[in-house]
């Protein structure tokens, strides 16, 4: 898995070379949220945005909007058929609440990255995901998640990659999205060296920040 995701985003990497102002990190972290809440009350609207992108892939490869330049993808147009099935028979969820705790924990690893252009969800200075919410709060449930997502700078870009989630056999990042136990999470966007942006996203339920 892990050299399945380093190849995804050496890919990425080749057509990104963006990097976000410091200055706007904090509210495209604020927009990535309110779009994983429109794509958890509204589902089957959402499914409406993976159907406007069909068009742009050509076999495995994905045409970027607006752009001439391809990404080679996984599995090609079949994940995002399967991602628009799936969103259809998807029932609405209530939104998720924004924890500063959360965020906080995100930002850890997020600035972590900036600096060392390491992924994955353990820093070798911040911890794994579990490490850094304990110090900026109670899990008070014991129910928690995290993604990742590298290249995209646009919130709806973002989240359509995590639900479609090419090359991620289990759809990690989509169940995490659609995960009808969390009730809060919180964001973390920031530059990347190698992909331009990332944004770390954790989830919990009962998290009650310090």
């Not at 809440?37 to 959402?46: D, F, I, K, M, V």
């Not at 892939?57 to 752009?67: A, I, Q, T, V």
């Not at 304990?134 to 008070?140: A, C, D, F």
Request: proline share 5%.
């Amino acid at each position: 898995m892990k050299n399945l995701l380093e190849r995804i985003l050496i890919i990425v990497s080749l057509i990104l070379s963006f990097s976000i102002p410091a200055a706007a990190a904090d509210d495209l972290a604020r927009k990535v949220l309110a779009e994983i809440n429109l794509a958890r009350t509204e589902p089957g609207s959402y499914a409406g945005f993976l159907r406007e992108s069909r068009s742009r892939y050509e076999g495995k490869l994905y045409r970027m909007p607006d752009s001439d330049t391809f990404l080679e993808t996984q599995e090609g147009v079949a994940a995002l058929d399967e991602a628009i099935k799936f969103l259809a028979h998807q029932k609405p969820l209530t939104p998720l609440d924004w924890s500063a705790g959360l965020a906080a924990a995100a930002a850890e690893l997020a600035r972590e990255q900036g600096k060392t252009s390491s992924t994955g969800h353990i820093g070798a200075q911040s911890g794994g995901m579990q490490a850094r919410l304990e110090r900026h709060g109670t899990v008070l449930q014991g129910r928690i998640g995290e993604n990742i997502a590298y290249g995209p700078e646009d919130p709806r870009r973002m989240v359509m990659q995590l639900i479609i989630d090419d090359g991620v056999p289990d759809r990690g990042h989509r169940k995490n999205l659609y995960n009808a136990h969390f009730d809060s999470a919180g964001i973390a966007c920031g530059p990347h060296p190698d992909f331009g942006n990332m944004c770390v996203i954790d989830f919990a339920k009962g998290f009650m920040s310090k």
